[in-house]
Structure formats: structure tokens, C-alpha cells
């Protein structure tokens, strides 16, 4: 081996202080946008107003008068988030809910489990089957990644999320994590039969993937629900249509003349002129962005609209990407703590986001998860439906057709017991 000089030709991707700025400001809701132009406009003297944000909204969503300035005051951890999070979840065992609480409660800071199942299955006197129910309610609250027991786990979690779940992940970060390290797409496409497209998306994707999920959920303040926009029918036809305080506008002051400042001075007004113009043009971005993303959604949602929550279809960010040109990471900034006033009523957008069941079946996971359910609700409760006679009955009712281990996956994700347990409990 030898030291030797090697020119070598590269493109390289720098992020500068206006793309930092656009991509910060995209996955803010229209409380934390007017919150962030606020502090701006604390250290800037050329903006004099900022505006349309008014009582009379804050008073319909809040019922009361507070300025908005005092209404972010108070902070939950990462366990109080977590938590509230939980009774968004369908659990219809209380035991199965106490034991997720308790799940919740044994995370160390970074948001991985600091405890065995066993440990976990003896202090809440559960069975080992019933733990890992509740280690699945656990791991599918938000941030993508909470509750893994390891850094391995918590990446597999968080691409399951970004639809890059494969069935050779274990084996790569155990064997080739090199491939990754070293972002050599063709020997990774090569070594595991995928594409060089899909190996590169496999490498993009796992460079997204936070370490420590925990660290997301640092003292969030807490979160008052304000939606975007708002879906209605009007005359047949299904309309989006965008609240006045999701873009907040900033009125600059006239009475400011630089000719007649000294050169510091007028320096320092042309640097925060400079400053105003790129944060015009991120929340114009922002606007832009998160109006294409919500109307690709809804038109893609019309159905659920019109019959409810069986009639969801299957849709991913990485679709929303392709069909606008976009980063997958872009998309889930977009709509991040987002929320859509529905005939339903206000709906976090990412619940209209939905994987599919089947590929290439073109239903969503969670209607088979309500076609499941109903069928169990609706079983002879002194013969109880197998896993199997379940499958058959999708398939005989619904023409869902999918595999008795999916079933099984889907039950004990609602918390609903096995055929034999569900039979003794009515004895």
C-alpha cells in the first residue's frame, strides 16, 4: 500500500440557511407558523404586523378568550405524550391498556424498552402472549421507533413506516452493514435481488432514521388542534378549501427610510429585509407544498368521505412523492401534526395515509382490521371463530383474501384474545 493524490469529480447536496429555514418551517402547524414569525418579529424591526390570526378562532376551537401569545404555556414530557397517545388506540382489554401504561413508563430517555418481556409479563402478571400485544400497541405509537429494544430494532420500525420493511434486513445489519455505510448500491442490489432503485431508496431511508426517537418528544408544549383546511361537499362535489390562519401574513413597515440611516444602519435593515424575503418564500413553499399534498389525499380519499372509514384505500407517502416529484421525507414533513375538518370531524392527516393489506389487493389494513372486527363481534360467542374461519369469512363477505397469519397479526393488534381464550372467558 501506497499514499497517493486522487483527483476525483463530485456532486455534493450543502443545505444553506434558506433551505434549513423552508424545511423547518414546513412541518409546522398554522399555531407553531404564527408562533415561529413571532420570535422573528421580536428581532426584526421592519415587520409591524402579523396577521390573520384572531380571538374569534381561537374562541371556536378553545372555548375562551386567552391571548394566543399565553396559550402554549404549558409542557408534556416524552411519557405524558405517550400516554395520551395510547387512548387513541383500539384496546379493548383494560389489563392489555395497563400493561402498554406500564411499557410506557419502563422507556429510558431515548425512547427504547429498558426492560425484558419477562420482566414486563411478571410485574403485570400477563402471559407472554398477551406482552406482546401490548409491546405491539407500544410500538406503534408516533414517533416511529418508540419501544424498540435495540438500535436495530428501532431502524426496522421506523422503515416499516417508510414501506422499506424487507425480509433480508436482519441479515444486512448483522452481515453487510457496510453496503449502507459505504452507499454502494449495486454490490446491496446486487447481494439481496432488489433493484439498484430500491436499494438506493433502502440507503436514503436509513440515513432518516432517528437514533434516539425518544429525544422527539423532549417537553412538546402541548398541541392544540387547529385544522389547515376544511373538506365539504357542495353542489355533488367534494371541496378543500384552506382556513385564512394557515399562512399568516406579515405586513412590512413603510415609514423606514435608508437613504436617510448611516451605513451600519442601513446595512443592518438590508440584512433583515434580506431575511424577510426568504421567510416569505418558505411559508410560500410551505402553502404551495401543503395544499398539493392534502388535494392529491383527498382525491385519492373521495370514498371515505362519502362512506366512512371501510371505503379508506391504500396510500403512502412514497406515492404522494412520485406523483409530485418529491422526497418521501419532504412529504411527512408536510404533514406533520396536520389536521383536516371532516364531516368525521378534524382528522390527523396522516390517518388518511394507509398501508395496504395485500399487495396489489388495493385495500387498506386498517378496513380489514374493521371487517375483523365485526366479524368477531358478531360470532356465536359459545363457538368462537378460528383465525382460519375468520380468513374464510373475509373472503366470503368482503372478497378480502389474505393469509391466516394475517389475521392473527390483525387480532391481536386490535387486542382481541385467540378463539380458545375468547371461549373461556364467556364459560
Request: hydrophobic share 40%; with cysteine.
Amino acid at each position: 500500500m501506497q499514499q497517493r493524490l486522487v483527483l476525483k469529480q463530485a456532486l455534493s447536496w450543502k443545505m444553506n440557511q434558506s433551505l434549513h429555514q423552508s424545511i423547518e418551517i414546513l412541518q409546522l402547524s398554522g399555531i407553531e407558523l404564527y408562533d415561529y414569525v413571532q420570535k422573528i418579529a421580536e428581532e426584526n424591526p421592519l415587520i409591524e404586523d402579523i396577521r390573520p390570526i384572531d380571538q374569534q378562532v381561537l374562541t371556536q376551537f378553545h372555548g375562551d378568550s386567552n391571548a394566543f401569545e399565553n396559550m402554549n404555556a404549558s409542557k408534556k414530557n416524552m411519557y405524558e405524550q405517550l400516554k395520551e397517545n395510547v387512548y387513541m388506540l383500539s384496546i379493548s382489554e383494560e389489563t392489555i391498556k395497563e400493561a402498554v401504561f406500564f411499557g410506557i413508563d419502563s422507556l429510558n430517555e431515548n425512547g427504547y424498552l429498558d426492560i425484558t418481556l419477562e420482566d414486563w409479563a411478571a410485574q403485570c402478571q400477563l402471559s407472554m402472549e398477551e406482552i406482546q400485544q401490548a409491546l405491539s400497541y407500544l410500538q406503534s405509537l408516533d414517533p416511529p421507533g418508540i419501544g424498540a429494544r435495540n438500535l436495530q430494532e428501532c431502524i426496522q420500525l421506523q422503515l416499516k413506516e417508510m414501506d422499506c420493511d424487507y425480509a433480508f434486513l436482519e441479515d444486512l445489519f448483522e452481515n453487510n452493514l457496510v453496503l449502507i455505510a459505504e452507499e454502494d448500491i449495486q454490490d446491496l442490489a446486487e447481494t439481496y435481488a432488489i433493484t439498484e432503485d430500491e436499494a438506493g431508496r433502502l440507503i436514503t431511508n436509513m440515513k432518516l432514521c432517528h437514533p434516539n426517537p425518544g429525544k422527539l418528544l423532549e417537553d412538546e408544549e402541548t398541541e392544540y388542534i387547529i385544522p389547515e383546511a376544511v373538506v365539504f361537499k357542495e353542489e355533488d362535489e367534494w371541496r378543500l378549501s384552506f382556513f385564512h390562519w394557515s399562512s399568516p401574513q406579515i405586513q412590512i413597515r413603510e415609514d423606514i427610510v435608508l437613504a436617510d440611516m448611516p451605513k451600519d444602519g442601513a446595512d443592518f435593515l438590508k440584512e433583515k429585509k434580506k431575511e424577510l424575503e426568504m421567510l416569505d418564500q418558505a411559508i410560500q413553499y410551505r402553502g404551495k407544498t401543503l395544499e398539493q399534498v392534502l388535494r392529491i389525499i383527498v382525491n385519492k380519499q373521495l370514498s371515505f368521505f362519502e362512506e366512512g372509514i371501510t371505503a379508506l384505500k391504500p396510500l403512502t407517502l412514497q406515492e404522494i412523492a412520485d406523483v409530485l416529484d418529491l422526497h418521501v421525507s419532504t412529504i411527512s414533513r408536510t404533514i406533520s401534526h396536520k389536521y383536516l375538518q371532516t364531516d368525521f370531524g378534524i382528522l390527523r392527516v396522516k390517518y388518511l395515509l394507509q398501508r395496504e393489506a395485500r399487495k396489489g389487493e388495493g385495500i387498506a389494513r386498517v378496513v380489514v382490521k374493521q371487517y375483523v372486527q365485526k366479524i368477531i363481534a358478531e360470532e356465536d360467542k359459545t363457538r368462537p371463530l378460528s383465525d382460519e374461519k375468520i380468513r374464510r369469512k373475509l373472503e366470503e363477505l368482503y372478497q378480502v383474501y389474505v393469509a391466516r397469519r394475517t389475521v392473527m397479526k390483525y387480532r391481536e393488534e386490535l387486542g382481541i384474545q385467540s378463539s380458545s381464550m375468547r371461549k373461556r372467558r364467556t364459560d
